[in-house]
């Protein structure tokens, strides 16, 4: 099927972002403020709590999360299974609400964006890898690269052409064509850490990125993100319960039964 054609759906993603602003009580400055000068952190949570119910019964995932991530940081979130990682990254990255607390990114608190002012702020400022790809298998390579771009309204020959830049800076440049179940689980991943830069997010959220993938493959990814975060400067923020990947990141947080341990800031 042809690129830039008329496979694409319109879709209406590019309005400005919305004035959703605060003050912080140290500098005095709106953080909206502070993301367009780029003094306040990228990240910022405020005892993020999130409680699922099960009919009657309460599941409590995170309790009084509260960190800050500064621009161009690589962070990674250390736990076991069912510790709470993937759904802190869910709710950093817009794609949960917290029951408790608040998450501010570039200057906005999340909770106070409508439906569809989150969606076009995500879009924009967040790339998402996540452990099962979630690739369309309709698309080849370079069509799910390009989805982001296109849900943005960017230009169908920009969106192609910054997808073909990716896809040959992640070795796929002779497999653009190709559709996910003609990919293996590595080159799966390159894909999805392409689409994830489409855009040029401030923010990578990379939930388990090796979790499928033998130990070689899963170095190679984990030195990928890493190079990719140091080129172009972007926050990455990756979930693990591997040391061996968090221990590649400068500044690791270990979250216990929802909650992070004292002392690892």
């Given at each position: 099927?042809?690129?830039?054609?008329?496979?694409?759906?319109?879709?209406?993603?590019?309005?400005?972002?919305?004035?959703?602003?605060?003050?912080?009580?140290?500098?005095?400055?709106?953080?909206?403020?502070?993301?367009?000068?780029?003094?306040?952190?990228?990240?910022?949570?405020?005892?993020?709590?999130?409680?699922?119910?099960?009919?009657?019964?309460?599941?409590e995932v995170l309790r009084n999360v509260d960190f800050e991530v500064s621009r161009?940081?690589?962070?990674?979130?250390?736990?076991?299974?069912?510790?709470?990682?993937?759904?802190?990254?869910?709710?950093?990255?817009?794609?949960?609400?917290?029951?408790?607390?608040?998450?501010?990114?570039?200057?906005?608190?999340?909770?106070?964006?409508?439906?569809?002012?989150l969606s076009r702020f995500r879009n924009r400022k967040v790339g998402f890898v996540?452990?099962?790809?979630?690739?369309?298998?309709?698309?080849?390579?370079?069509?799910?690269?390009?989805?982001?771009?296109?849900?943005?309204?960017?230009?169908?020959?920009?969106?192609?052409?910054?997808?073909?830049?990716?896809?040959?800076?992640?070795?796929?440049?002779?497999?653009?064509?190709?559709?996910?179940?003609?990919?293996?689980?590595?080159?799966?991943?390159?894909?999805?850490?392409?689409?994830?830069?489409?855009?040029?997010?401030?923010?990578?959220?990379?939930?388990?990125?090796?979790?499928?993938?033998?130990?070689?493959?899963?170095?190679?990814?984990?030195?990928?993100?890493?190079?990719?975060?140091?080129?172009?400067?972007?926050?990455?923020?990756?979930?693990?319960?591997?040391?061996?990947?968090?221990?590649?990141?400068?500044?690791?947080?270990?979250?216990?039964?929802?909650?992070?341990?004292?002392?690892?800031?």
């Open positions: 099927m042809p690129h830039g054609s008329n496979l694409w759906p319109h879709c209406d993603m590019s309005e400005a972002d919305p004035e959703v602003t605060a003050r912080n009580p140290e500098t005095g400055a709106t953080r909206d403020t502070e993301a367009r000068t780029g003094l306040g952190p990228l990240v910022s949570t405020r005892n993020v709590g999130k409680t699922y119910w099960i009919g009657k019964r309460s599941l161009g940081e690589f962070l990674a979130v250390r736990g076991a299974s069912g510790a709470g990682k993937s759904t802190l990254l869910h709710c950093l990255g817009g794609l949960d609400t917290p029951t408790a607390g608040e998450v501010w990114l570039d200057g906005k608190n999340l909770a106070a964006l409508s439906g569809l002012e996540f452990q099962a790809y979630h690739l369309l298998p309709e698309l080849d390579a370079l069509e799910n690269v390009c989805l982001p771009a296109r849900m943005a309204r960017i230009d169908a020959g920009l969106a192609e052409a910054r997808g073909r830049e990716l896809l040959k800076r992640v070795g796929l440049g002779e497999r653009m064509d190709h559709r996910p179940n003609e990919l293996s689980g590595g080159e799966q991943q390159r894909v999805a850490i392409a689409r994830a830069l489409i855009n040029h997010p401030d923010l990578i959220l990379a939930d388990e990125p090796t979790g499928n993938l033998d130990s070689h493959t899963g170095e190679e990814i984990i030195q990928l993100l890493c190079a990719l975060r140091a080129e172009r400067q972007t926050t990455l923020i990756i979930a693990t319960h591997g040391a061996q990947v968090a221990e590649r990141a400068p500044r690791i947080i270990e979250l216990v039964d929802g909650q992070m341990m004292e002392g690892t800031e």
